[in-house]
């Protein structure tokens, strides 16, 4: 995420006066300098926040907007995720394939980054964006395995035989409203650009303390900025309007250990699984290796769905290795080289 530009910081020692309190961040955040950037993604994140029908007809005509969105599309549906494989599709299967939810958020999120992200040119946000995409299908699909709807090594759910707990359980667990675990994890590191903002320099400082020390990035932000991303990003999301379970997901995405709503579960795991494939790459240079599903994010959502047939060792065999072939999102040329 370092800007090779900015290369003459690394010629020198991480600089101790670069370190700020908790207090400052928060400050720098709630009353900056100058106007900031980053709610400039607010309107389009409330937009993907709640499923919506999309016609499979609006979505074509919106791939021609985001030709690199229709590639990735294009992509997806030649993988296991698929509700139908097909070898060359056309868009109008390839949107089918994959399904009109996913696309439409994929979407959204390609308008985004072309129209409204813009970032501190310190630093370099592909490979982030990167990561925070394939975080979002895979937790998108893993949702779609605790809803019943695809089981891995089988396929998709006509919808006449779903095992799952009565719905009440299931919509106690989700939260009101069907919220998008596609945006659960494409903004679960929101707090790192925004760091990068508000703090551009302790960040910059952040991040090389971790490659030299090999620690964990949320150490290093905590050490030079006094708050971690996960915790600045609920906050950010709330200051801006973005309520609910959603946050959540954002502030435990790093504890997989915690009894917590199913959104957070899934984003959490998805998490994990895109880090240990090294899909992209969001700042940190350790990987915390783990049984995931030996975790509580896990095993409370399998308790969730019960399907006798999702087990750890149906995971294990069907659905990560799907994880493992899927497509990098390539973002928008705007965002950084």
């Not at 005509?61 to 549906?77: G, I, K, T, Y």
């Not at 982030?128 to 895979?138: L, P, R």
């Not at 400082?205 to 620690?215: H, K, N, P, V």
Request: proline share 6%; charged share 20%; with cysteine.
């Amino acid at each position: 995420m370092l800007n090779p530009k900015f290369s003459s910081w690394a010629e020198n020692a991480v600089d101790p006066n670069l370190v700020r309190k908790r207090e400052d961040t928060l400050n720098a955040l709630q009353k900056p300098m100058k106007p900031l950037k980053l709610p400039g993604l607010v309107k389009s994140l409330k937009d993907m926040l709640i499923l919506k029908p999309t016609d499979v007809e609006d979505l074509m005509e919106a791939l021609d907007l985001v030709p690199q969105v229709d590639d990735f599309v294009a992509a997806l549906a030649q993988t296991g995720f698929a509700r139908k494989h097909v070898e060359t599709a056309s868009r109008r299967k390839a949107i089918r394939a994959v399904g009109t939810d996913l696309v439409s958020q994929l979407v959204l999120t390609g308008l985004m980054l072309r129209d409204d992200f813009q970032a501190p040119s310190e630093f370099v946000w592909t490979s982030f964006w990167q990561h925070a995409v394939s975080t979002g299908v895979v937790a998108h699909y893993l949702m779609q395995v605790v809803e019943g709807e695809f089981t891995p090594g089988k396929g998709w759910d006509d919808g006449k035989n779903k095992k799952l707990t009565s719905m009440v359980a299931l919509n106690t667990l989700l939260g009101k409203g069907k919220v998008s675990a596609y945006l659960g994890g494409l903004i679960h590191d929101i707090g790192k650009p925004v760091m990068a903002e508000v703090a551009p320099y302790p960040y910059y400082a952040a991040l090389r303390a971790a490659i030299d020390e090999q620690s964990s990035l949320y150490e290093m932000e905590r050490r030079f900025l006094g708050i971690d991303h996960a915790e600045l990003g609920q906050m950010w999301l709330s200051w801006n309007g973005i309520n609910g379970t959603i946050q959540q997901a954002v502030a435990e995405h790093h504890d997989l250990n915690k009894k917590t709503s199913a959104l957070a579960s899934t984003v959490a795991l998805a998490n994990q699984l895109v880090k240990v494939y090294g899909m992209g790459y969001s700042g940190s240079p350790v990987v915390d290796q783990r049984n995931v599903w030996k975790t509580r994010s896990w095993t409370d959502l399998q308790a969730a769905c019960r399907n006798p047939e999702i087990t750890p060792e149906l995971m294990e065999e069907h659905f990560v290795p799907l994880v493992g072939h899927l497509p990098l999102f390539e973002p928008l040329p705007r965002i950084g080289a």
